[in-house]
C-alpha cells in the first residue's frame, strides 16, 4: 500500500505548511471545547469575553487545553488593540517599547490588550516593568502559564490579576474535537478517511488531556494511513500503534508537578498505601526524575515518618541510594520500588520530626545560654581553675549507667522534646524513657 503525505497538500496563503492544530483553532466561543467551569452558559469568563469588559487575567493550566486559543478568542471581539507577546523571544527593551506605546494609545482613550504567552518565563525584572502599565490601566495583561502563577509570578502583579484555572480536557472533549478534525474543511473532510470508533477513542485516552498532542497524533496516524485503490485512507491499528507507542507523560521536574508528585509519594507512604506510592514513584521516573532526587527524599521520609519505629528504614533508605547510585536507570527502579514499599508498610512515628522542630522553635526564640560548667571539657589548667567540668557525673561510673546531672542550660531545665509513640519498635523505647525519668525524678 502508498503512504499518503499531507505536508504538501495543507499549506497557508504563503505556501508553508500549517499543522492540523493550528487550522482547526476556533474563532469564536461557539466552537471552542472544553473548559465549561468558565465557558458555559452564564459562567463568569464567557460573560466578561461576551460583554468585552475582561480585566487582567491570568490564564492557567497544563498544555494543550486552550490557553493561546481564549486569547485569540477575546482578541476577535475586543474593540481595544491586541498584541500577542511571547515571553520565549522578548526582552525587557521589547516591553518598554510596548508599554510606552500602550501609554500613548490609553491617552487617547484606546484600550491596549497584551497578551503573554509563557509568562513564567519572564524573570522578576521582567514582570516588574509590567506593573506600573497594569497599575494606571495602560494595558490590560492576559498571561498564560503552565505553571503555578503563586510561585512563578510576582505578589504585586499577581494580585492585579484574575486567576482562571484551566483544567486538562477530559477524553469526551478529546473525541468530540477529533471528530470534529475528520468532518471539517479546514481538517479531513475533503478526504475519504476510514478510522473506527475504537482508534479515535485511543488516541483521546493516548493524549491525556491535550488537544494539541491529540491533533498532531491524529494528523500523523493519516499521514501513515495506507491509501486504498479507490483513493481512501485507512487507519490501520499497527499505524497507530506506531503513533500511540508512548504516552507523554506530564511532568516538570523545574516546576510545580515536580512538587505535586513528590508529595503525592511521600503522603501515599505516610498514609501506608504502598500501590500508591509505587504508582507516583513510577510516575516519576517516566517522566524522567532522577532516581537519587527519589532516593533522598526517601531517606527524609525514613526519619520524618517512621523514626524509631523502625530505625531499620533508615537503612533501607540510604542502602537504595547507594544502589541508585551504583546502578542508575532503567535497573534501579526496582531497589526503589523496595525501598517505597518497605517505608509504606513500616510502623509509622513523627515523634522525631515534632521533637527537631519544637526544638529549632526554643532554639530560635528563647535565650542562647552557655553551656554548663559541668558539661565542659577542661584540657588547660585555666579552664579547670574557672571551674570547666566541675560536677560532671560519668554515667558508666554507675550501676544504671544514668546519672541526675542537670544537661540543658537553667532556663530550660525540664524541657522535652521528644515524646515516643507506641507504634512499632518505639514502644519499647518509650518504656525505656519512662523507666529513665522516673529514675531521674526518684533521684
Known sequence: MEQISLFDTMPDESGKYIPLAGRLRPQKLEDF???????????????????????????????GVGKTTLAGIIAGRTKADFINFSAVTSGIKEIKEVMNQADISRKMGVRTVLFVDEIHRFNKAQQDAFLPFVEKGSIL??????????FEIN?????????????????????????????????????????NEKQISAIAAFANGDARIALNTLEMAVMNGDITPQGSIVVTDEGLGQCINRRSLMYDKAGEEHYNMISALH????????????????????????????????IRFASEDIGMADSNALTVAVNTYQACHFLGMPECDVHLTHAVAYLSMAPKSNALYIACEKCKEDVRQKEAEPVPLQLRNAPTKLMKELDYGAGYQ?????????????????????????????QGNEAQVKKRLNEILEWKRAH
Not at 465549561?36 to 464567557?46: A, F, I, T, Y
Not at 495583561?141 to 503563586?150: D, H, K, Q, V, W
Not at 526524575?289 to 532516593?295: F, K, N, R
Open 394 to 422: 560519668y554515667a558508666h561510673n554507675t550501676k544504671e549507667k544514668i546519672t541526675n546531672m542537670e544537661c540543658l542550660p537553667e532556663s530550660m531545665r525540664g524541657s522535652r522534646y521528644y515524646y515516643p509513640t507506641d
Open 155 to 195: 505578589a504585586a502583579l499577581l494580585s492585579r490579576c484574575r486567576v482562571f484555572v484551566l483544567k486538562a480536557l477530559n477524553e469526551e472533549d478529546i473525541v468530540r474535537l477529533l471528530q470534529r478534525a475528520l468532518n471539517s474543511p479546514q481538517g479531513f473532510a475533503g478526504q475519504k478517511i476510514e478510522m
Open 267 to 298: 503522603k501515599s507512604m505516610r498514609n501506608s498505601d504502598p500501590d500508591a506510592a509505587i504508582y507516583w514513584m513510577c510516575r516519576m521516573l517516566e517522566g524522567g526524575e532522577d532516581p537519587l532526587y527519589i532516593a533522598r527524599r526517601l
Open 141 to 150: 495583561l492576559i498571561g498564560a502559564t503552565t505553571e503555578n502563577p503563586s
Open 33 to 63: 471545547i472544553g473548559q465549561e467551569h468558565l465557558l458555559g452558559e452564564g459562567k463568569m469568563l464567557r460573560q466578561l469575553i461576551e460583554r468585552d469588559s475582561i480585566s487582567s487575567m491570568i490564564f492557567w493550566g497544563p498544555p
